[in-house]
């Protein structure tokens, strides 16, 4: 596969923490499909307002343990410093060196009575408190984050994160590709040169994606709507029409500077793993 980047590849996969312990012995079957891959790390989310803050760090502590590099998400809103604080001295004790840090969404009726209202301002304590222990990634969006007030404030609010000392970015995910190399441009034009990893969602199924869609501001083009209505309940042609979409995608990402590919995996490996396949990125690549 041929690419024209500045960095090395980058191939990460994210996941949710389990609920249920059959969640857990699912996930860990899943993470050694994706670990033959041999990929630089596996995220594992994080509930706002630290709903998920055990079952976050137990799986990425499962993880480690196999000799994987794990990176938990820290969503910040709705907690306070010492929260916060907590929680950075648990990863540095259980050896974590990467960090996604967010602000998060507070789950409605929740109010917060947190210390933190943005991204940035996680960044900023994160690198007070702890100097240069973590690598940070931040989010990004290409197509504008839905509470954004303009574009070009969304972006000046991305570049605050950078200033504050983000180590690299992960996109939300995204299906018109000029939208990322347009964000990219924006990125070299503003002196931003940290990895932009474009955010990739597998397509296997469509109501959800949809609701979901509409939720976190991805757009679904007019016309991959349709297609995928048009599939009604048949999963095995949803299937394998979103495997050869994305695979498109991500090739069209990576042959023109995408430094590298992070899955929203849904805690499931087979979808990503046939667009990897499709991708010829193998264990041996
Ligand atoms: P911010 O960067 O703080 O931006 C949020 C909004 O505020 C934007 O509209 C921005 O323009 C504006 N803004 C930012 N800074 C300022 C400022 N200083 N002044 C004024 N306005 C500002 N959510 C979870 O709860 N847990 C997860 O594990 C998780 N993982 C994610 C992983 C990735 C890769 C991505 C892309 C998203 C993830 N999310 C997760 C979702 C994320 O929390 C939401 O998208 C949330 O709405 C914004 O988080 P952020 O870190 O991008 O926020």
Redesign the pocket.
Known sequence: MTSHNKHPQLFSF?FYPPKTEEGVVSLQSVRNQLAALKPDFFSV????GGSTRDKTLDTVIDIQSKGILAAP?L?CVGSTKDNIRTILKNYQDNGISKI??????LPSGMLSAGEF????ELVDFIRAETGDDFQIH????PEV?P??SSAA??FK??K??VDAGANAA???YFYNADAYFYFLDTCEKNGINIPIVP?IMPITQYAQLFRFSEM?GADIPRWLRKRLEGFGDDRASIQAFGAELVTQLCQRLLNNGAPGL?FYTMNQAAPTLAILNNLELKTDA
């Open positions: 994210e989310t994080f509930g706002a998400h969503s996604v840090a967010l602000r998060g969404d209202r943005y991204a940035n931040v989010a990004a969006y984050h509470q954004a404030e969304d609010n991305f605050r994160k992960i996109t939300q955010g976190c992070h």
